[in-house]
């Protein structure tokens, strides 16, 4: 089956970097997305991986592996409006996505 | 960038009646569309595929009779909850993505919180 693992939620202190990981297994990869998703909004675009290596983007920052079905998304610089649910997700074979859960971020002052 | 109106952005109902839910591509073409619903707390969980001119690609469970998909133009697809009941109150969300760029993001509208009293 498909499968997206990402951490539940995790903890960071404003001013600080945090990484938050994904792992995958899939049918077939057309690449993998992050999204940040406020409390009671939509989800809006971060970053796009389809190849091996570091993207980044401001603050944040994405990683991929597909060797190890792996990737991670760096924040650095955190603010409080960072707070949010960091969503990974990874287009199959048929160009569908899989969502993981998401993971909840806090940020502390 | 690619913009996605979602409207209403907010609807309360009384249990029986049906809302209508649409979703405009502002500034592109979107040949498929996909509707997700998502429970407080909980992950996306996408309910359906939209194409343009053809039915609708509904998940395992979701009741197409109740949750009507239409997707007249490249712009617009409209979902329709028909005889909302209390337990159909959540988060819907639509997303597209450009025709003929299939790895290109999804781009979501802003959601609507449908509340069935």
């Known amino acids: 089956g498909q499968n997206i693992d990402q951490p539940t939620e995790m903890t960071a202190t404003e001013g600080a970097i945090v990484q938050i990981n994904c792992t995958y297994q899939?049918?077939?990869?057309?690449?993998l997305f992050w999204y940040q998703q406020h409390a009671g909004e939509a989800p809006t675009f971060l970053s796009y991986?389809?190849l091996d290596g570091l993207e980044e983007k401001g603050r944040f920052s994405s990683f991929l592996s597909r060797s190890k079905g792996y990737s991670y998304l760096l924040l650095k610089e955190l603010q409080m409006k960072d707070s949010a649910s960091y969503l990974c997700?990874?287009?199959?074979?048929?160009?569908?996505?899989?969502w993981g859960a998401g993971t909840k971020l806090i940020i502390k002052p | 960038g690619a913009v996605v109106s979602q409207h209403p952005s907010r609807v309360i109902c009384k249990s029986g009646t049906s809302v209508k839910i649409e979703c405009r591509s502002l500034?592109?073409?979107?040949?498929?569309m996909f509707w997700y619903r998502q429970f407080p707390k909980q992950s996306l969980m996408l309910m359906a595929t939209?194409?343009?001119?053809?039915?609708?690609?509904?998940e395992q469970g979701v009741e197409k009779d109740k949750f009507l998909i239409n997707h007249a133009s490249l712009t617009l697809s409209t979902l329709t909850v028909t005889s909302a009941h209390p337990e159909d109150s959540s988060f819907y969300i639509c997303?597209?993505?450009?025709?003929?760029?299939?790895?290109?993001?999804?781009?979501f509208g802003n959601g609507t919180r449908l509340t069935v009293t």
């Open positions: 939209s194409n343009e001119g053809s039915k609708a690609t509904y």
């Open positions: 991986n389809v």
């Open positions: 997700a990874v287009m199959d074979s048929n160009y569908q996505l899989i």
């Open positions: 997303s597209a993505r450009e025709s003929g760029k299939e790895n290109s993001p999804l781009h």
């Open positions: 899939t049918s077939g990869f057309n690449g």
């Open positions: 500034d592109f073409q979107a040949t498929t």
